[in-house]
């Protein structure tokens, strides 16, 4: 029923899955002392900018982002302005979220945003880019049996990795290993891309083996 829309969500998880690797391994090959642990912020600041700029340029395309109802400049510049405004706020919201959890408050407070950074670019854009700014609609699609498409189940399942993915990266921080990739917030930051990109393969996975006993409640 839903095999054209499969086929989409694993294409477009192929070129974005294709982008992060791209931006990881072209800059260290042109790029004299660029890699993961060396320059990480740069590289994570890479990859933030590359999924952004490719997911919505991908779903824009596909037309998975919801159409605009009104077709005003104003309307259409609002709509910007509050995606901007809830990209910005996640930020904040992650960076709150990573202190709480145990990160320098003060100290590396420049890592912690740029993992918060990360960490947005990962989760609350593609709710951006499947619901749009709507918040209604994203507290629906994560609440329980609140998934109205296979694209709601999709960001069930690639938020949920990405946060998974960057919480067990915490774990080998404070262990007395001395390897480069446990300085902050190196394992967080390679742990929420691993669970993303692990989300982006088992999503449209789950939902080819598991469509015949999908259901959705019309919208």
Not at 53 to 76: D, N
Not at 89 to 110: D, K, M, N, R, W
Not at 130 to 154: E, K, Y
Not at 170 to 196: E, H, K, M, N, T
């Amino acid at each position: 029923m839903w095999d054209h829309e499969i086929r989409a969500m694993a294409s477009t998880h192929a070129i974005i899955a294709a982008s992060v690797f791209m931006v990881t391994v072209l800059p260290a090959v042109f790029v004299p002392g660029f890699s993961v642990y060396g320059t990480h912020l740069l590289w994570l600041y890479l990859v933030s900018g590359v999924v952004t700029a490719v997911s919505v340029a991908v779903f824009w395309l596909l037309g998975i982002t919801p159409p605009t109802k009104k077709h005003s400049l104003g309307y259409k510049l609002s709509r910007l302005f509050r995606s901007c405004l809830y990209f910005f706020l996640s930020c904040l919201f992650f960076h709150t979220v990573v202190v709480l959890y145990g990160a320098p408050l003060i100290e590396s407070a420049l890592e912690t945003f740029s993992l918060a950074v990360l960490l947005t670019s990962l989760t609350t854009l593609r709710c951006l880019c499947v619901l749009g700014p709507n918040v209604q609609a994203w507290i629906r699609v994560f609440s329980r049996h609140g998934a109205m498409s296979v694209w709601d189940t999709c960001l069930q399942i690639t938020v949920a990795c990405t946060m998974v993915g960057a919480w067990l990266g915490a774990f080998p921080i404070p262990l007395d290993w001395d390897r480069p990739w446990q300085v902050w917030p190196v394992s967080c930051s390679l742990g929420a891309i691993i669970g993303f990109l692990t989300g982006l393969v088992a999503a449209p996975a789950w939902i080819h083996y598991h469509r015949k006993h999908l259901t959705y409640k019309c919208k």
